[in-house]
């Protein structure tokens, strides 16, 4: 597939993007990649990849940097390798030969695998097949390597950068999800998602009282806001939410269809709105210290 022009050689390239932040507050944005790299491989139409993407998101926070917000982006698609899963949530089935590594036992993150949206995909949100063939080990291994390991590497020097100099840190993993959950997306296939989806993995990743605060914040302007449903969280804000030592991971998640059309990929006027809410949202965060809440 590497004459399409929206596949290039990744593997020649940095694969994510940061900005340094000076404030406690960092951002990441995971699954809004779309650089399709020249081995994908993938057997289906990229427009039934694309909807995996979390499109246009860089742009909704594209405010940030000026702020000190610290900045991550991948530049790598999802359906390619999801940096929001662990690196063992290995869907062994669609490997040729023995994996080399260990594999996921949690019921919870195995679901997603039997999905096919472990690490690296086996299908569409909409359960059509992406590859003609198994992978290698050495395939998925690389994907790892080049993508997969710098992404949570710069994730957590944020994170660390933003706590050594502040003694508390809150971190905003940024998502967008489909107006209405597709059949092989998620455990609730059809489901109407809420404007915002918060989760904090039931109080376990940030402070609920910050938890609570957001939410009331964003329905405060107007948007329908949903705490741990249908998305608690996955591995990013596990991974680095330790609310005990002040460090608070929150993901949430926006509707796609306030800020783009999901058949076109295009963004809409409204999507302007949308981005001073999520400007006035990240400015009044810089001034919530979860220490004295």
């Known amino acids: 597939m590497s004459s399409d022009p929206n596949v290039d050689g990744l593997a020649a390239e940095p694969c994510i993007r940061t900005a340094p932040g000076r404030t406690p507050l960092v951002l990441d944005s995971p699954h809004s990649g779309t650089r399709y790299p020249g081995d994908f491989d993938y057997v289906c139409e990229l427009a039934a990849l694309r909807t995996a993407e979390d499109t246009h998101v860089e742009k909704l926070y594209d405010f940030a940097p000026a702020l000190g917000i610290a900045w991550i982006e991948a530049l790598f698609p999802r359906s390619y390798l999801d940096a929001n899963r662990s690196d063992r949530e290995v869907d062994i089935d669609m490997i040729e030969g023995e994996w080399p590594g260990e594999v996921v036992t949690d019921p919870a993150a195995l679901s997603k695998v039997r999905l096919g949206k472990g690490l690296v995909w086996r299908n569409t949100d909409h359960g059509v097949p ?22 949570h590497e710069a994730v957590r020097g944020a994170i ?126 810089l001034a919530v210290d979860p220490r004295r809440m």
């Open 160 to 285: 660390d950068d933003a706590h050594a100099r502040h003694g508390y840190s809150i971190h905003i993993n940024c998502h967008s999800m489909p107006a209405i959950a597709g059949s092989h997306a998620t455990d609730y296939p059809g489901l109407a998602h809420a404007d915002f989806v918060i989760g904090d993995r039931d109080g376990s990743t940030a402070d609920p009282k910050l938890t609570a605060w957001l939410a009331e914040f964003l329905r405060a302007r107007g948007y329908d806001v949903e705490v741990n449903f249908p998305y608690k969280g996955v591995e990013l804000v596990r991974r680095f939410g330790e609310p005990a030592r002040q460090r608070h991971s929150l993901q949430l998640e926006v509707n796609r269809k306030l800020y783009m059309d999901e058949g076109t990929f295009e963004l809409l006027p409204a999507a302007q709105l949308l981005r001073r809410n999520l400007r006035a949202m990240c400015e009044a965060l």
């Open 130 to 151: 992406m590859y003609g063939r198994k992978l290698t080990p050495q395939e998925v291994s690389a994907r790892i390597e080049r993508c997969w390991r710098p992404y």
